[in-house]
């Protein structure tokens, strides 16, 4: 069983919808209160009126983590609102393809920007109070790309190796300070953006959405897509002072997809 969060403070970037709405509300249900942002409110309130209905408190603010500006302020109205923040689950992200001949230079640029940077400069602005507090949770969500290549993925590849590495980096200096940092590394996650996804590799190839799915589906050898709220269960054990042994970790959700 999973001990309870309550009385911790959580963080949960790319809060609106999918993996990060999951994470959100499994937190409140584990007993946190619950921080939520994305780069619009459009998403964001429903979510946080979710969480209150837990009998939680929650805190919805726009933070788009590619503006440095706005990722500095997130500690401070954080705390306002819910107080410091014990628990951070790094969401945000975005998935672009393109072959690598002709690959475009702002692809590779605006990846490597949401998914890796933009995770260095959250931490970067939340640890410091976990430092001094000498106690903290920090959990990204990166993918089985972390792990492995794949074609046409080069850029979302190559940040989310990169998150990996960070993640391992940060566990180790983290270490003394009582801070665990984790990832979480999913396969395809039935969520907006895999629609999304779905949808570019239809007007791509030019095959049936329903043909497509199953393509996805099968590289998983359970046949389906996980649901976001298993990757949810996974940010909420690792929050727990009880996983406090579990760090530098990538763990996969992925239905048996890779065996490391």
Same mark, same amino acid.
């Given at each position: 069983m999973t001990d309870s969060l309550t009385g911790r403070v959580a963080l949960v970037t790319g809060g609106s919808k999918g993996i990060g709405k999951a994470v959100a509300l499994a937190l409140a249900e584990a007993g946190a209160d619950v921080a939520i942002c994305a780069r619009k409110m459009a998403g964001l309130e429903p979510v946080a009126d979710a969480v209150r209905a837990t009998g939680r408190r929650a805190f919805a603010t726009v933070c788009d983590v590619t503006d440095a500006? !706005?990722?500095n302020r997130l500690p401070t109205v954080v705390n306002e609102a819910l107080g410091p923040i014990d628990i951070l689950v790094n969401n945000a992200g975005a998935s672009e393809s393109?072959?690598?001949?002709?690959?475009?230079?702002?692809?590779?640029?605006?990846?490597?920007?949401i998914n890796l940077t933009g995770v260095y400069r959250v931490c970067k602005a939340v640890v410091p109070g976990m430092i001094e507090r000498k106690w903290g949770r920090i959990i990204t969500i990166a993918s089985i790309s972390s792990k492995v290549g794949a074609r046409y993925v080069a850029a979302y590849t190559a940040s989310k190796h990169g998150v990996l590495g960070l993640t391992r980096a940060l566990a180790v200096e983290l270490n003394p300070? !009582?801070?665990t940092v984790n990832a979480i590394c999913p396969g395809y996650v039935d969520t907006p953006m895999t629609d999304a996804n779905v949808a570019n590799m239809v007007a791509r190839t030019g095959k049936p959405e329903d043909e497509i799915r199953r393509i996805i589906s099968s590289g998983n050898p359970q046949g389906r897509l996980i649901a976001p709220e298993e990757v949810a269960a996974v940010a909420v054990m690792l929050a727990g002072e009880a996983a406090r042994g579990i760090t530098a970790q990538a763990i996969n959700v992925d239905g048996g997809t890779l065996t490391y």
């Open positions: 500006e !706005q990722v393109h072959k690598f001949v002709g690959h475009p230079d702002d692809l590779w640029a605006r990846m490597l920007e300070y !009582q801070i």
